[in-house]
C-alpha cells in the first residue's frame, strides 16, 4: 500500500468510501453487515487505515454499521470520517445533536476527520450564516479533541467554494472534491485543484471513476490506452490519473464487493504516475467523450440576449449536459431547486429565438422541453 504523509500521519493513499457498501435484495437501505466486516478485515490486511462515511449515506445506516464494525479494531489503527449533513438545510439548527449522534453510532469517542459536508450553491449561504453555529460549535469540538482534522467537501462552483473559503479557509485543514479525468474539464476539476493549492489545503478525491461509469470504455478508446500501458487496467487508468496530482492526499473509492476492493488495493500497491503522453492521451478521451454526448455550447451568450425570459441559456445548457451525461444523479436538481421557477428550463415557451443566433445552432427549446422532463416538471 502507498502511503502519504499527512501533518503527523501517514495516511493509505486508498481509503474506504461507504456510501455504495454491499446491499440485501437490492435495498440501498439494508447494509449486508457480513460481507461489509470482511471487506473491512481485507482492507485492514493490506494496509487501509482510512474510512469514510456520512449520516445520510445507505438511509443513514452506513455510520451505524461501519461504527459496529470497526468497533472491533484498536481505535488507534484506523482513521474515522464523518460529515455534517448540510446538503439537507433542515439540519442547519441541529448541528450538536446530530454530532453528538454521529459519535453514538460510530462508537468513537472522537473522529480523526470531520467534514462541513456537499458545500454548494444550494446552502452556501446557510453555511455562512452565523446564527447557525455550525463553524463555531464544530471548532469547539476540535479545540476539545472531538475532532482532530476538520475539513470540507464541495460539490458547488469555484465560486461557491471560494466563498466558503473567504469565510471559514482559515480553520479548515482539506478539501474533499469530486476529480476525475473526465470532470477535469466537465465539472472544472482543475479550476478547483488550483483555488485549493492557493489556500495551500490537501485534496482528498471522492468519485475517482464517477460512480463506476470510468470503469469501462469503449473498445476504440480502451486500445488507445492498451497501447501506452498494455497491462494496467481500465479503472487503474483513473487511480494513475490522480497519483500524478502531487496535491492529492486521499483517494476515496465507494467499492461494493470484494473484487472490486481487491483489484482497487493491488493497483495502489504502486505509485506510478501518468506521463505527459498517457495524460494528454487520457483528457483527449474525455473531450471526445463530451463531445459525443454534450451539447457543444461555448457560452457566447447571444442567446441570453434574444431570450424573452431572460433565461441565462448556457448555464443550463451546462446543468442539461451534466444530467445527461450522469444519467440523472442529484447534481443538475439540486443547483436547478436553487433557480427562481420562472428562471428554470420550464420556463422556456418554445419561441426559438434563441435558436436564431446560436453560432453551434444547437436545438435549445428541445433540450429545455426534455430537461424539463428529465427532472419531472
Given at each position: 500500500?502507498?502511503?502519504?504523509?499527512?501533518?503527523?500521519?501517514?495516511?493509505?493513499?486508498?481509503?474506504?468510501?461507504?456510501?455504495?457498501?454491499?446491499?440485501?435484495?437490492?435495498?440501498?437501505?439494508?447494509?449486508?453487515?457480513?460481507?461489509?466486516?470482511?471487506?473491512?478485515?481485507?482492507?485492514?490486511?493490506?494496509?487501509?487505515?482510512?474510512?469514510?462515511?456520512?449520516?445520510?449515506?445507505?438511509?443513514?445506516?452506513?455510520?451505524?454499521?461501519?461504527?459496529?464494525?470497526?468497533?472491533?479494531?484498536?481505535?488507534?489503527?484506523?482513521?474515522?470520517?464523518?460529515?455534517?449533513?448540510?446538503?439537507?438545510?433542515?439540519?442547519?439548527?441541529?448541528?450538536?445533536?446530530?454530532?453528538?449522534?454521529?459519535?453514538?453510532?460510530?462508537?468513537?469517542?472522537?473522529?480523526?476527520?470531520?467534514l462541513v459536508h456537499n458545500v454548494c450553491e444550494m446552502n452556501i449561504d446557510a453555511y455562512l450564516d452565523e446564527k447557525y453555529g455550525i463553524y463555531d460549535y464544530l471548532v469547539k469540538q476540535k479545540e476539545n479533541g472531538r475532532i482532530r482534522h476538520l475539513g470540507f467537501s464541495a460539490h458547488g462552483s469555484c465560486e461557491v467554494m471560494k466563498r466558503f473559503l473567504d469565510k471559514y479557509g482559515k480553520s479548515m485543514e482539506f478539501c474533499q472534491i469530486q476529480l476525475n479525468w473526465l470532470d477535469w474539464s466537465f465539472q472544472n476539476a482543475k479550476g478547483k485543484m488550483e483555488l485549493l493549492k492557493e489556500w495551500n489545503l490537501p485534496v482528498w478525491v471522492m468519485e475517482?471513476?464517477?460512480?463506476?461509469?470510468?470503469?469501462?470504455?469503449?473498445?476504440?478508446d480502451e486500445g488507445k490506452l492498451k497501447a501506452l500501458r498494455p497491462d494496467e487496467s481500465v479503472p487503474a487508468w483513473a487511480f494513475r490519473f490522480l497519483q500524478a496530482l502531487p496535491e492529492v492526499t486521499m483517494v476515496l473509492s465507494g467499492m461494493s464487493n470484494m473484487e472490486q476492493l481487491k483489484e482497487n488495493i493491488q493497483t495502489f500497491e504502486t505509485d506510478k504516475p501518468l506521463n505527459k503522453e498517457e495524460w494528454d492521451g487520457l483528457l483527449g478521451i474525455a473531450d471526445e467523450m463530451l463531445k459525443q454526448s454534450n451539447l457543444p455550447c461555448t457560452a457566447c451568450h447571444y442567446c441570453v440576449s434574444h431570450c424573452p425570459k431572460g433565461l441565462n441559456i448556457p448555464e443550463l445548457i451546462d446543468m442539461y449536459n451534466?444530467?445527461?451525461?450522469?444519467?440523472?444523479?442529484?447534481?443538475?436538481?439540486?443547483?436547478?431547486?436553487?433557480?427562481?421557477?420562472?428562471?428554470?428550463?420550464?420556463?422556456?415557451?418554445?419561441?426559438?429565438?434563441?435558436e436564431a443566433v446560436c453560432p453551434q445552432q444547437i436545438k435549445i427549446s428541445e433540450a429545455m422541453s426534455d430537461f424539463t422532463k428529465k427532472l419531472g416538471g
Open positions: 500500500m502507498v502511503y502519504k504523509e499527512y501533518q503527523d500521519l501517514k495516511l493509505s493513499t486508498l481509503g474506504l468510501g461507504t456510501m455504495r457498501l454491499p446491499v440485501i435484495d437490492g435495498d440501498d437501505a439494508r447494509v449486508d453487515e457480513e460481507k461489509t466486516a470482511e471487506m473491512v478485515a481485507y482492507a485492514m490486511e493490506k494496509g487501509i487505515n482510512y474510512y469514510d462515511t456520512a449520516w445520510g449515506y445507505h438511509s443513514g445506516n452506513s455510520e451505524t454499521v461501519m461504527g459496529k464494525v470497526l468497533s472491533q479494531y484498536d481505535r488507534e489503527s484506523y482513521y474515522l470520517a464523518t460529515k455534517f449533513p448540510g446538503y439537507d438545510l433542515s439540519n442547519m439548527d441541529k448541528v450538536e445533536e446530530i454530532f453528538e449522534k454521529q459519535l453514538e453510532k460510530c462508537r468513537v469517542d472522537y473522529f480523526d476527520f470531520y475517482p471513476l464517477r460512480g463506476g461509469k470510468l470503469a469501462s470504455l469503449k473498445a476504440e451534466e444530467h445527461c451525461f450522469t444519467g440523472g444523479g442529484f447534481l443538475a436538481p439540486m443547483l436547478i431547486a436553487t433557480i427562481p421557477e420562472e428562471k428554470r428550463p420550464s420556463a422556456c415557451v418554445g419561441c426559438r429565438s434563441c
